[in-house]
């Protein structure tokens, strides 16, 4: 007979032993389910941001135009605003040249002016990361180099630069960035 009370007052401890568990099952599916919900949460953020900081960069580069980014492998031209005026430019051409690469801007003169002693300075880096919060280490790895000062634009026309980019692969020329100055004027006579 004291086993059998023993195994009765053993009981309601089994029970409640076994649905403990079954709660923290519960418990943790919950946790699990809200971790996947925070998760797809902080995707959805995340792509809303970058989405934003690219608009904003789009807008704030077309507002002040100083320079420009072009995408390699396209005929596209943008304007780029300098203290002499708007130029039109363009990637003319990008090709493997001793180690590195030659990139052949195109620059539109609009005026009937010849600007002279045109001073290029270049950016590049692999392609813009689309996750924002890749974004500082890729600015990290960006590499830029001034070119020129001996460069004419002719009036009303197409001027193309050549500036070849040392110890660069192919993969690190997905983003380009120009800026572009001036520094006299010949006036026809």
Same mark, same amino acid.
């Given at each position: 007979?004291?086993?059998?009370?023993?195994?009765?007052?053993?009981?309601?401890?089994?029970?409640?032993?076994?649905?403990?568990?079954?709660?923290?099952?519960?418990s943790?599916?919950?946790?699990?389910?809200?971790?996947?919900?925070?998760?797809?949460?902080?995707?959805?953020?995340?792509?809303?941001?970058?989405?934003?900081?690219?608009?904003?960069? +789009?807008?704030? *580069?077309?507002?002040?135009? /100083?320079?420009?980014?072009?995408?390699?492998? $396209? =005929?596209? &031209?943008?304007?780029? #605003?300098?203290?002499?005026?708007?130029?039109?430019?363009?990637?003319?051409?990008?090709?493997?040249?001793?180690?590195?690469?030659?990139v052949?801007?195109?620059?539109?003169?609009?005026?009937?002016?010849?600007?002279?002693?045109?001073k290029?300075?270049?950016?590049?880096?692999?392609? +813009?990361?689309? *996750?924002?919060?890749?974004? /500082?280490?890729?600015?990290?790895?960006?590499? $830029? =180099?001034? &070119?020129?000062?001996? #460069?004419?634009?002719?009036?009303?026309?197409?001027?193309?630069?050549?500036?070849?980019?040392?110890?660069?692969?192919?993969?690190q020329?997905?983003?380009?960035?120009v800026?572009?100055?001036?520094?006299?004027?010949?006036?026809?006579?």
């Amino acid at each position: 007979m004291p086993r059998l009370c023993a195994l009765f007052l053993a009981i309601p401890f089994l029970l409640s032993g076994q649905q403990r568990p079954l709660a923290t099952q519960d418990s943790v599916a919950a946790l699990q389910k809200q971790v996947t919900a925070l998760k797809k949460q902080v995707e959805s953020l995340d792509q809303a941001l970058t989405f934003f900081a690219q608009m904003y960069r +789009e807008k704030l *580069d077309a507002a002040l135009a /100083e320079s420009v980014a072009l995408e390699p492998g $396209s =005929q596209k &031209f943008k304007v780029v #605003t300098t203290q002499s005026g708007r130029f039109f430019i363009r990637i003319d051409q990008v090709e493997p040249f001793s180690g590195g690469y030659r990139v052949t801007l195109a620059v539109g003169n609009p005026y009937g002016v010849a600007f002279t002693d045109t001073k290029v300075t270049l950016a590049w880096n692999r392609k +813009e990361p689309s *996750d924002f919060l890749k974004y /500082e280490d890729w600015l990290k790895t960006k590499r $830029s =180099q001034e &070119f020129g000062g001996s #460069t004419e634009l002719e009036p009303e026309s197409w001027t193309k630069i050549p500036l070849v980019l040392r110890d660069t692969k192919s993969d690190q020329l997905g983003y380009i960035e120009v800026k572009l100055t001036t520094g006299g004027v010949l006036m026809p006579k």
